[in-house]
């Protein structure tokens, strides 16, 4: 189940994203990044795409920015918009995900990059939760 | 803290910025190893990442860091500000046509591609030479280098620490606008506060005068990521303890530190690059439309200021000269009468500094001041300073309406995204003449003229 909410930022946007463990904040938190977004994430492309990925990071917070930062390079290079998140391997901070993707005509995000700003991946009652910050 | 904090701010600005958490980035930027004298915030102060945004910090080098989340990810974001010795009443007839031309030649949008496809042969020109490269292909009039901070070309750029992924995002980007607040404007020039200066400047009461705001794109973006991810391990091998991981940073004469600096300064002359061909871009529109209809519509260009940069300068400090690392996050540069890196023309006037409001609302031309130098490593505000967020301001202002109501007032709008356009709106903005007047009344900035919008085009 995806799990966020947007907050308050003055200049730029954040949002609370949920988790029963990582690979599910992962998942939620590429899923919350697109939904943000998403009033331009519009493509009539039927074919789907399926494309692997692996990110590393020092530490979960680096993962988590890297792996971010990974699905906006991907519209804002190549112009894809991704649809589904899959991570199949996550370990000592390193990730191997597939992605759906399908080609847009142009990029569709707003946002510049995903920040550090405050970023601290908790644990609470029922897994975990980070805020992320987002340059638009 | 190493060292205080000051902010420059009225009452009600001072209640503004105790809105977010302005005032917490502030003090953390207090905390940087080598930070002298105080950490600064400008009156439009407000909540960024790392650093406030309205916020300028100078470490002593060589010891002092630099902070590439303290340059942030548009890199040398700035504004230029062109000038015609055209009145806005024989303008105003074509000002529709204008409009449509310069939203038609001047892609926005923050993949945006424009007409140059940069091999990687002319990739590292233009990120060694900046505007510079853009004058041997045609792209400047007479004075535009002149009239450009850095004169277009940050020294010390080496692309030889520029990624290939950072290359990739900005080859198709020169001559875009981006998204954002990003924006190109025709304005009126509304008042002139200071007639002599502004004559040397070029700008006369009731002409028209255009402004381009927008920065690195997304080589910018990458430049700053890739260091600012790299950095995450590297400061802590230099023992760097820090309260927000976007503020990570090393030593400027460290290998680390400089290779970001020639890195950033790649995305710096890139950005210079871009709004010069946006320039070219909107003379040509202008004459599309105005060729053989107004005489000597020429548009010259006032100056070119960065307003997101880190840059190596010496001030003076407690009577003796400093080398430093003058990070300015949406502040700008705002030297004074006198200083040797002025053009011979500017030298005793000071330097323009340039004065983006927001949407719909009037924007400044403010000259540099001693008093700066003394104060604030000639620094100055940026513009007016955010004070809603965006989820905010979409919520409570419809993109459509706004545009409407715009027109009524006589201001044209371009804009791709009306969900973008909401998050613009002049009410989620403070009062950037308030903000002005802050600057003025406290000597780091004076008045010179006022513009206000005739049209807007919107990345």
Known sequence: MMSFEEI???????????????VALLENAARAMQAL?????????????????????????????????EILYLNQAHHLVCEQFHIDELKDHRLLARVETRECDRTYTRIKAVTFHNLKIRETSEGLEAEIVVDV | MRVPARLYADEDLLDAALLDN??????????????????????????????????????RLPEG????????????????????????????????????????????GVGAHGQLHLSNTKMDQVLHEGSCWMSGQGYTSCDDLDRTEEFGRIPGADAAFVSDRARERGRNQLGTLGAGNHFIEVDRVAEVYDGATAVRLGIYEDNVAVQIHCGSRGLGHQICEDYVGRFQKTARDYGIE??????????????DGQEY??????????????RQLLAHLIRGSFGEVLAGKIKDFELHQVYDIAHNMAKVEEHELNGRSVRVCVHRKGATRAFGPGSSVLPDDLRDLGQPVLIPGSMGTASHVLIGTRAAMQQTFG???????????????????????????????????????????AEEAPAAYKDVSRVVEVVHKL?????????????VIKG
């Open chain 2, 22 to 59: 302005s005032i917490v980035q502030l003090v953390n930027t207090a905390t940087l190893p080598g930070v002298i004298q105080y950490a600064i915030a400008m009156p439009d102060i407000h909540q960024g990442y790392g650093f406030p945004i309205g916020g300028v910090v100078a470490t």
């Open chain 2, 379 to 421: 620094s100055t505000c940026h513009g007016a300073g955010r004070v809603m967020s965006r989820a905010r301001a979409r919520k409570m202002v419809s993109g459509t309406a706004l545009r409407e109501q715009l027109r009524s007032r006589g201001i044209l709008i371009c804009a791709g995204s009306m969900s973008g356009l």
């Open chain 2, 261 to 274: 600096f020639r890195a950033m300064a790649c995305a710096a002359n890139f950005a210079f690059a871009n």
């Open chain 2, 65 to 108: 860091v630099i902070s590439p989340g303290g340059v942030g990810y548009d890199i040398n974001c700035g504004v230029r500000l062109l000038a015609l010795l055209v009145s806005a009443k024989e303008v105003r007839p074509y000002l529709e046509d204008i409009a449509s031309r310069l939203y038609a030649n001047c892609p926005s």
């Open chain 2, 242 to 255: 820090l309260p927000d991981r976007e503020l990570v940073c090393v030593p400027f004469d460290s290998n």
């Open chain 2, 443 to 455: 000597g780091i900035g004076r008045k010179i003229a006022r513009l206000e919008p005739l049209a």
């Open chain 1, 8 to 22: 308050e930022h003055t200049a730029d946007r954040a949002f609370r994203v949920t988790g029963h463990d990582m």
């Open chain 1, 37 to 69: 977004d998403g009033d331009g994430a519009k493509t009539t492309a039927e074919r789907v795409e399926t494309r692997e990925i692996a990110v590393e990071g020092v530490d979960g917070e680096s993962l988590l920015v890297n792996w971010l930062n």
